[in-house]
């Protein structure tokens, strides 16, 4: 996947109580710009998702925000974004972002980026796509989610061929080397039917 030219970051509309995750949204808009990798995301001025896009901007990156009409009207769509994809729902907005992009990075967030992450890992589990699919850990804060993901491998609800579908890394340049290193197993959801 060294040819990513566009990465969506899925993450919250708030900033958390940690200065670290300020911190690290603001660092991956940079990184991916200063590497010449567009940002795609939900399109908000707020929280997270509004450092991640400014840092971005700030560093001359290309910057695609996707966002669904009924949050337009409620004036959290960034104003300074050149572009700005305006969807009619949720559903929409995650169509488009998922085609947009060549790669996936859940920051820190809420409902919200928890279900953005888990539906592209999942598509990419039944082989919809062979896209990375990554979390940046920050602060450890997805370390509890990591426990209960091996807990879902021990109870066999989960192959650990499809866990590792999910990058994990704690800083944005490792998170970004991940992606690029990806390879995808190959293995999905339906191939073995007799362990049903």
Not at 72 to 92: K, T
Not at 175 to 195: H, N, Q
């Amino acid at each position: 996947m060294s040819g990513m030219q566009r990465i969506c970051v899925f993450t919250g509309s708030n900033h958390g109580v940690r200065e670290d995750y300020r911190l690290a949204a603001a660092a991956f808009g940079r990184l991916l710009a200063e590497e010449g990798i567009g940002l795609v995301y939900g399109g908000a001025a707020v929280g997270l998702m509004g450092t991640v896009a400014d840092a971005a901007m700030a560093a001359g990156g290309e910057v695609i925000g996707v966002i669904p009409q009924a949050l337009v009207e409620h004036e959290v769509a960034h104003p300074a974004l050149a572009d700005l994809r305006i969807v009619g729902s949720m559903h929409e907005r995650k169509a488009l972002m998922a085609e947009l992009s060549d790669g996936f990075v859940a920051m820190p967030g809420g409902i919200g980026t928890f279900e953005e992450i888990f539906e592209i890992w999942t598509w990419a589990q039944l082989g919809s796509h062979a896209k990375p699919c990554g979390l940046l850990n920050i602060a450890g804060y997805y370390d509890k989610l990591l426990e209960f993901l091996e807990h879902s491998v021990a109870e066999a609800f989960l192959k650990p061929g499809h866990l590792g579908v999910l990058q994990v890394a704690n800083t944005p340049g490792d998170m970004l080397a991940s992606l690029r290193d990806y390879v995808p197993a190959g293995e999905t959801k339906w191939i073995a039917r007799s362990e049903r």
